[in-house]
C-alpha cells in the first residue's frame, strides 16, 4: 500500500525568504511523485512530477522538488516566497494498480506568506 | 484552466437525498477520476472510469455510484446522503489518446476541475 506523509500542516514564511515543504512516502512499486497546489476556492494544480527521470525536478512558479530514494523525501522548495504562494500544497503519490492509476494524498501543507 | 469542467458549482440538499455530479474532461482524454476533499478526510480517491469501464476504485460507499458514458463525460451519483457526505467533489481527467490505446500509467498527469461543493444539511 502507498502512503504520504506532509511534515507540516502549517508552514510561514515572509515574502522573499526560502520555502521548504517535507513530503515523505511509502511505495510497494517504483513511484510516481507529484507536488499540487490548491489555492483558495479553486481547484488543484499541478506544480511538478517526477517520473524517474531526473531526481532533481523543476517545476511552474520557481519551485522544485529533489526526489531522495534513500530517505523516500520528495520535498518542495522555492528559493523566495512571494505572496501569491498563499495556498495549500499536495506531495501525491501514484502507483501502478492492476488495472487503474489511483492518487494517494498527503494531508496538505497550508503556507502563509507575510509581508 | 485545466479544461475538465464540473457542474453544479455548489450543491445544497437534504439528508436521504439524491444527487448528481457531472463532469467533463479535457478534450481527447479517456481516464476520469473522482475524489472527495473533506475536513477530516483530507482528499480520496473514490473511482476512476477508462474509456467507459471503471478500472480503479477506492473509498467509495455503496451509496455513491458512477459512470463514464460514451461522450466520455462522467457523473457522481450520491443517494441517501448524509451529513458527512458534505464535501468538496473533484473530478479529473487524464490519458490522451493515443495510437497505441492510451493505457493510464502512473506517470500520467491528472488534470483536476474546480470541484462541486455539496452541502448536506
Known amino acids: 500500500a502507498q502512503s504520504v506523509t506532509q511534515l507540516d500542516s502549517h508552514v510561514s514564511v515572509s515574502e522573499g525568504t526560502p520555502v521548504l515543504l517535507r513530503c515523505n512516502y511509502s511505495?510497494?512499486?517504483?513511484?510516481?511523485l507529484f507536488w499540487y497546489v490548491q489555492h483558495p476556492n479553486k481547484g488543484l494544480q499541478l506544480l511538478l512530477k517526477?517520473?524517474?527521470?531526473?531526481?532533481l525536478v523543476k517545476g511552474i512558479n520557481g519551485f522544485e522538488a529533489e526526489f531522495k530514494k534513500s530517505e523516500t523525501s520528495f520535498h518542495l522548495t522555492k528559493p523566495s516566497a512571494h505572496m501569491s504562494d498563499a495556498a495549500e500544497y499536495f506531495c501525491?503519490?501514484?502507483?501502478?494498480?492492476?488495472?487503474?492509476?489511483?492518487?494517494?494524498f498527503g494531508g496538505g501543507t497550508r503556507v502563509l506568506v507575510k509581508p | 484552466d485545466s479544461g475538465v469542467t464540473q457542474t453544479p458549482k455548489h450543491l445544497i440538499t437534504a439528508t436521504g437525498q439524491r444527487v448528481t455530479l457531472r463532469c467533463s474532461p479535457r478534450?481527447?482524454?479517456?481516464?476520469v477520476y473522482w475524489y472527495q476533499q473533506s475536513l477530516d478526510q483530507g482528499l480520496q480517491f473514490l473511482i476512476q472510469?477508462?474509456?467507459?469501464?471503471?478500472?480503479a476504485k477506492g473509498n467509495i460507499l455503496e451509496r455513491f455510484s458512477a459512470q463514464q458514458f460514451p461522450d466520455l463525460h462522467s457523473e457522481l451519483n450520491l443517494s441517501s446522503l448524509e451529513l458527512g457526505d458534505s464535501a468538496l467533489y473533484f473530478c479529473?481527467?487524464?490519458?490522451?489518446?493515443?495510437?497505441?490505446?492510451?493505457?493510464?500509467?502512473?506517470?500520467?498527469?491528472?488534470?483536476f476541475g474546480p470541484g462541486t461543493r455539496l452541502t448536506v444539511l
Open positions: 479529473a481527467s487524464s490519458g490522451e489518446r493515443t495510437s497505441g490505446g492510451g493505457w493510464p500509467t502512473s506517470t500520467d498527469t491528472q488534470y
Open positions: 478534450s481527447g482524454d479517456l481516464s
Open positions: 472510469y477508462y474509456n467507459g469501464e471503471e478500472r
Open positions: 517526477y517520473t524517474s527521470a531526473a531526481t
Open positions: 511505495s510497494s512499486y517504483s513511484p510516481s
Open positions: 501525491v503519490v501514484s502507483d501502478r494498480q492492476a488495472a487503474g492509476n489511483k492518487l494517494t
